[in-house]
């Protein structure tokens, strides 16, 4: 009697882990309590042919087992012994796609049935399901009573199929096994040079594969090499390969193609093999000392990480470094659509939620550089490094309160209000910025929202306006505080404090420490964790007398849109479909511009007619109604180049808009030079008062 998959596993798991609890085996393999119990009985079944006692069940205990088959479980898990082993139908599909891409023999339901030693029928079902499993990768198995069983399909996508299928092989503990079964179909040791050529290649480029990548190239190439034999060749455009034959890999792999060519194979189709082989050394992650091609953009993943995770990681050099290897290959599979599993993607999704939504965001510079979305899979790696890293110093996201931002004003000035609070509150995690439709789609998950819009919600929830002036950050800071650490930040808690910490510990200096408790828990005192770009322009650098006009009045507010928009136009920052898409988003959302009493700031997405960065104001003496009646006298038109350039503007112009005393004073403007004199006396780079 011999064991299935099913029941080797479940074997092994109860050798390995014999305190496990019924609960805790049906989560690990994925079982019914009724499947655990059928299996259960077979390996009994099988432990009473081998005259050994029974594994017992003991609630206490655990399962109890002769000590013997501990070392008899391993024996028949070893791929040595793989007579022992009965394939599961799983395995019997996958060996007939591996025998049917690579066989030259015609595949009949009796050869079928024959090589994988199961009867007609069981071969008959085991064909239907893998004819399921080629479907999914976009290849037919077909059946013709001249040719029998065979799989139709471009080349490309066959050969991704059979990558698929060695890679899912070797995951498993007899994946050599079955690999070895089908490569001696017709030839006892194939392409026994493909090792030591690797290991060559190795050399060549100053690279080193991991044992596990070392064996999954070993066994691709043996499987292109029998792919080649049956003069299966890939149609592949020059064009499409230009960029992998520029590479050293590329070079290298003529070497390694010629291990595996046959005779009679012509130079343009050796050529196009070759880059398909560079392409799979390309897609292979190593380690390697020379300089990293992806290096720039993983810094700039490294720096945008710190940045809206408000951390600062030691060694961050170093990081990227690791995250540029990675980079170098994930970008050739992203390009060329070959997905990579990540066999730990749901323990990622699930342990760590919101570093993985993080991670997400600082990979934009390299899904630009791609041209491509990253897939789930690749951008979980990602996350493994980073969240490596944190531990590496002892940092956890997940002990820090996770927030939302939720604006409905638009891009611009829902960046700013972010950009601000998490400055002002740089111990919470600020997730992402969302409409309410995104937020009510319920897919972040966070502890506390701000929100400019009231908003029903079981999370700790505060109200901000999009433009805070100093008294209302005190305010928030002390509001919050107050909600989230269980005390406010006022005098009366900085007393209690000193005398708790004189209570454990002797002070020495007791004016100099109340003075710094006094500043850090100062509700407007706010550190930001990093220094600012080095050229974000401020604010008398976008509004200059070239972009003021002072009015009277204008027909209405798409007139007045006009107007504040024309000298940017002028001057050809930005295009009049800029003005149009500002004019038709009030229109569809409402006065969402009006961001404090009088005041408009018209914006638009950047894709929409930006040329640069700019800014221009326009001053009416007459107040001009925005929809819902809301009165304007200024209108600051901003063309945001992208998400970040313009926030030091912003911010200062924020300033400026605060105090009800200021926008009166550009109300009652008489000149350009005066209001210019504001602007200038607003425009700080350190944002001092």
């Not at 326009?618 to 107040?623: I, Q, V, Y």
Request: hydrophobic share 40%; net charge neutral; charged share 25%.
């Amino acid at each position: 009697m011999l064991l299935d998959e099913r029941c080797l596993k479940l074997l092994q798991e109860i050798v390995t882990r014999p305190d496990s609890s019924w609960n805790q085996l049906q989560q690990n393999l994925r079982l019914s309590r009724r499947q655990l119990a059928y299996a259960l009985d077979k390996i009994n079944a099988w432990l009473t042919c081998e005259k050994l006692p029974e594994i017992e069940y003991r609630r206490r205990e655990g399962f109890v087992f002769p000590p013997v088959l501990k070392e008899k479980v391993q024996s028949m898990l070893s791929p040595v012994q793989r007579e022992e082993y009965v394939w599961s139908s799983r395995e019997r599909a996958r060996l007939i796609l591996l025998s049917l891409l690579t066989t030259k023999e015609t595949w009949s339901l009796i050869h079928a049935s024959s090589f994988l030693q199961v009867s007609r029928n069981t071969a008959l079902s085991d064909i239907k399901e893998a004819k399921r499993i080629a479907a999914q990768a976009g290849v037919d198995l077909i059946y013709s009573r001249m040719e029998g069983y065979l799989l139709t399909g471009p080349e490309w996508q066959q050969r991704k199929l059979m990558r698929w299928l060695v890679l899912h092989a070797l995951e498993q503990k007899n994946g050599e096994v079955l690999l070895t079964k089908v490569l001696e179909q017709d030839r006892e040791v194939p392409y026994s040079g493909v090792r030591s050529c690797l290991e060559r290649v190795e050399r060549d480029l100053q690279v080193r594969y991991t044992d596990e990548h070392l064996l999954q190239l070993t066994y691709m190439l043996q499987f292109l090499g029998k792919r080649l034999e049956r003069k299966c060749l890939i149609c592949w455009d020059e064009a499409e390969w230009e960029e992998i034959a520029r590479t050293e890999e590329y070079r290298v792999s003529r070497h390694l193609l010629g291990e595996l060519a046959p005779d009679g194979l012509s130079e343009e189709a050796f050529r196009t093999e070759q880059a398909y082989i560079a392409f799979q050394l390309l897609v292979t992650n190593v380690f390697s000392q020379k300089e990293k091609p992806m290096q720039e953009i993983a810094a700039a993943m490294v720096g945008e990480f710190e940045r809206i995770a408000c951390i600062s990681l030691a060694e961050k050099d170093h990081l990227a470094s690791l995250i540029a290897m990675h980079l170098y290959s994930a970008y050739y599979r992203i390009k060329y659509d070959l997905e990579m599993q990540n066999p730990l993607l749901d323990v990622i999704l699930r342990e760590n939620e919101a570093l993985h939504y993080l991670v997400k965001k600082c990979v934009i510079p390299f899904q630009n550089r791609v041209g491509k979305p990253v897939p789930e899979g690749e951008m979980a790696y990602f996350t493994m490094h980073f969240g490596g890293w944190l531990r590496r110093q002892g940092l956890e996201l997940t002990s820090r309160p996770k927030a939302v931002v939720v604006c409905p004003n638009g891009i611009a000035i829902s960046n700013l209000l972010t950009h601000v609070l998490r400055e002002l509150f740089p111990d919470i995690l600020f997730l992402d910025v969302l409409t309410v439709r995104q937020f009510f789609s319920g897919r972040i998950k966070c502890d506390i929202v701000f929100s400019t819009v009231y908003l029903r919600t079981d999370c700790k929830f505060f109200i901000v306006k999009p433009i805070l002036s100093w008294e209302e950050k005190a305010r928030l800071r002390s509001e919050v505080s107050r909600e989230i650490y269980g005390f406010p930040a006022n005098r009366e808690q900085l007393v209690k404090v000193m005398d708790v910490i004189e209570q454990y510990a002797d002070i020495h200096d007791r004016a100099g420490l109340s003075k710094a408790l006094a500043s850090l828990f100062a509700p407007n005192h706010f550190t930001p964790p990093f220094k600012k770009e080095s050229k974000k322009p401020m604010l008398n650098e976008l509004i200059t007398e070239q972009t003021i006009q002072l009015r009277t009045r204008a027909a209405d507010w798409k007139e007045a849109i006009r107007l504040a928009a024309k000298p940017l136009i002028d001057s050809g920052s930005i295009e009049e479909r800029y003005v149009t898409a500002m004019i038709e988003s009030i229109n569809q959302l409402g006065p969402y511009v009006v961001l404090a009493p009088k005041v408009a700031i018209p914006h638009a997405r950047p894709e929409h007619g930006v040329n640069q960065l700019s800014m221009s104001f326009l001053r009416l003496r007459e107040a001009v109604l925005f929809p819902q009646n809301k009165a304007v006298h200024l209108i600051f038109v901003l063309a945001a180049a992208d998400n970040e350039s313009h926030l030091l503007a912003l911010a200062q112009l924020s300033e400026l808009l605060a105090k009800e005393e200021e926008i009166e004073r550009l109300i009652q403007a008489e000149t350009t030079e005066e209001v210019m004199n504001m602007i200038n006396h607003y425009s700080k780079g350190d944002m001092q008062r």
